[in-house]
């Protein structure tokens, strides 16, 4: 059963702080060059980012260790890095050895994206994803055309729900880990932003939730992560199960002339020859139209033989197609690759 989730009323605060954080210089370019990186891009995000040298000094360098790194900093110190309102926004573990953050604050663009540590993002079934290519690759996908509603499938954390919400009238985001919502709502929060729902449940039950003009999934991947990276940081899928089940609901979900967004392995279980999208895709459609690109940027070993995995496009209504080629689109400095991949639809 799906749950909605209303944000808490200390969220004011959490508000407060992101706006505070985002006037004092805590950005996407200046925190990935204070850990020696360009600026966030696909494949660094597949590494220990968090892990990285903290270059930046002073107060600056203070936030990144404790907002970033997963650091503990003195009162005193904590007390000149952080807004007084940090304080009371409820997201400070404040202890005697040291003040540390209950999470990770990533600046994506304009976004501030709330997640768990890297400590507690591994431990159990319920850690928060920590944002990586393939949250980057489905944030840049998407197109800065304003729409109504969007819905967000596997939120975790917000970190493509917050990049939808830019460009919907509502963005609706929903996850099977009950932790996500207040996630969700926390990198609203800290993002500005006012327009996220949340909700708990299975993304299978999303039709209960109306129809979309965008749809959005980060899936779990068959794809080991080892094999896109040099960090186990990825959830692994069980089976193509769930891929299957939301590509036969996408009928439903997507509104007429919707799109849909995923990033995905290209296999969605059963014995369907050329990896099983288009053959599931069209059997889910029917009668109704869709046209469907497949931008892969990844082919390699999986527990079910070579697959690909990368970014599945799907526009409903409109003329048939279908088409397949690897994800050409520049890693570094570009944070739009809708242009690409709306001329792989046909669309431009
Ligand atoms: C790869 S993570 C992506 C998280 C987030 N979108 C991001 O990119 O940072 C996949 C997410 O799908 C969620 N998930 C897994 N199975 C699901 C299901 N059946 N229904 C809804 N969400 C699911 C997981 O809890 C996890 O948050």
Redesign the pocket.
């Known amino acids: 059963m799906l749950l909605a989730v209303e944000p808490p009323d200390w969220m004011a605060d959490t508000r407060a702080l992101g706006a505070a954080l985002r006037a004092g210089g805590y950005r996407a370019r200046p925190v990935a060059q204070a850990i020696g990186i360009i600026a966030w891009n696909g494949r660094q995000m597949d590494s220990r980012w968090w892990e990285r040298t903290n270059c930046a000094e002073g107060i600056f360098g203070d936030q990144v260790e404790l907002l970033l790194r997963g650091g503990r900093l003195s009162p005193e110190r904590a007390r000149a890095a952080l807004p007084e309102v940090a304080w009371r926004s409820s997201v400070l573990d404040v202890a005697p050895e040291g003040v540390s953050l209950d999470g990770t604050i990533v600046p994506l663009e304009a976004d501030l994206v709330w ?1 768990d540590t890297p400590r507690r993002a591994f431990q159990g079934n319920d850690g ?2 920590l ?1 990586d290519s ?2 980057l690759a ?1 944030r840049r996908c998407l197109p800065s055309e304003p729409v109504g509603r969007h819905l ?6 917000g ?2 729900a917050a990049r939808a919400a830019r460009s919907a009238g509502e963005t609706v985001a ?4 009950p932790r ?1 919502a207040l996630g969700c709502h926390r990198t609203a929060a800290l993002s500005g932003l006012t327009n996220v729902r949340a909700y708990t ?4 039950e999303a039709c209960a939730l109306g129809t979309f003009d965008r749809v959005s999934f ?3 991947l068959l794809v080991p992560w080892s094999g896109l990276g040099a960090a186990p940081v ?2 692994v899928a069980a089976d193509g199960g ?1 891929l299957r089940e939301i590509l036969e609901i996408l009928p439903t979900l997507l509104a007429r002339g919707g799109l849909a967004i995923l990033y995905t392995q290209a296999w969605a279980g059963g014995h369907h020859p050329g990896g099983g999208l288009r053959t599931t895709l069209d059997r889910a459609f029917g009668a109704r139209s869709w046209r469907g690109a497949y931008w892969w940027d990844y082919e390699g070993p999986s527990p079910v033989g070579t697959l690909r995995a990368g970014i599945l496009a799907v526009r409903a209504d409109g003329p048939r197609a279908w088409v397949e080629a690897p994800l050409d689109a520049p890693d570094v400095g570009v944070d739009d690759w809708w242009p690409g991949l709306a001329r792989l639809l046909g669309e431009a």
């Open positions: 997640t928060l994803f944002p393939t949250t489905v967000d499938l596997g939120s975790g954390g970190a493509v929903l996850d099977i880990n996500a449940g299975a993304g299978a980060v899936l779990p990825h959830t769930l």
